[in-house]
């Protein structure tokens, strides 16, 4: 009886994974966005996949919002065997006009919610020496992208968060792996003249997740990249 957690799960990528990971054996879902309606949305696929599924709308940004969100997964269901920072914001702009706030933001919804999320659930997943820990980075945490400085820092910065905490923790029994896609037909593409094939589905970034979970925990898939098959957009 897997409990696996999703940030990020109104939409997108999240919603996907959430839906994948309803489809295992009395699986234990808990799904964290802001937006309770969107979750309530995706919670009901959830549920007639057969997985018991808890909403829990929080503010990934929001240390206390965090806390409380993990303790009430803590004493509900205890630690997560899968953990999922997928929660991020896509928000291009130059850096000549990229303001502090702006940077900022970007910096705090795409990094400081994993480093948040998961120092709130870590402690509980090293007591049993056993857990998963997912990083939805992107081609953008490898290579910079101009147009999209705030962006490019945060997803680089995340995984450098990702690799610290697996070398903090490969001793220990937990796995860490960065998923890192290309263009992944989300609503952040939404309003770009380009036909969804030329974009990834969310649904194989999602079935991704699932399948690199279900390796020996002998092996761990340290870092993924996802590409379009016509390459970047």
Not at 93 to 101: E, I, K, M, N
Not at 137 to 160: D, N, Q
Not at 164 to 185: D, K, M, Q, S, Y
Request: proline letters at 5%.
């Amino acid at each position: 009886m897997p409990v696996v957690v999703v940030t990020g799960a109104s939409q997108g990528i999240g919603a996907a994974i959430a839906r994948a990971f309803a489809e295992e054996p009395q699986a234990r879902l808990v799904l964290v966005a802001r937006r309770l309606q969107k979750l309530e949305a995706v919670a009901a696929d959830c549920r007639a996949r057969g997985a018991e599924t808890l909403v829990l709308p929080c503010d990934v940004t929001d240390e206390a919002a965090v806390a409380a969100m993990a303790r009430q997964v803590l004493d509900r269901w205890g630690a997560p065997d899968v953990l999922v920072n997928n929660a991020g914001q896509f928000q291009p702009a130059p850096l000549r006009d990229t303001s502090v706030d702006t940077f900022r933001a970007q910096l705090e919804v795409n990094l400081t919610s994993a480093f948040l999320v998961t120092q709130a659930f870590l402690e509980s997943m090293i007591a049993r020496r056993r857990g998963h820990i997912f990083f939805m980075g992107s081609v953008a945490s490898l290579r910079a992208y101009p147009g999209s400085v705030a962006y490019c820092a945060a997803k680089h910065g995340l995984l450098g968060l990702a690799r610290v905490v697996r070398e903090e923790t490969r001793t220990l029994g937990i796995r860490v792996t960065v998923l890192l896609p290309g263009a992944t037909h989300t609503p952040s593409w939404e309003g770009v003249a380009l036909p969804e094939e030329r974009f990834m589905p969310a649904e194989d970034i999602a079935q991704t997740v699932r399948a690199l979970h279900h390796l020996s925990a002998r092996t761990v898939a340290e870092e993924i990249i996802l590409r379009p098959q016509e390459g970047d957009i």
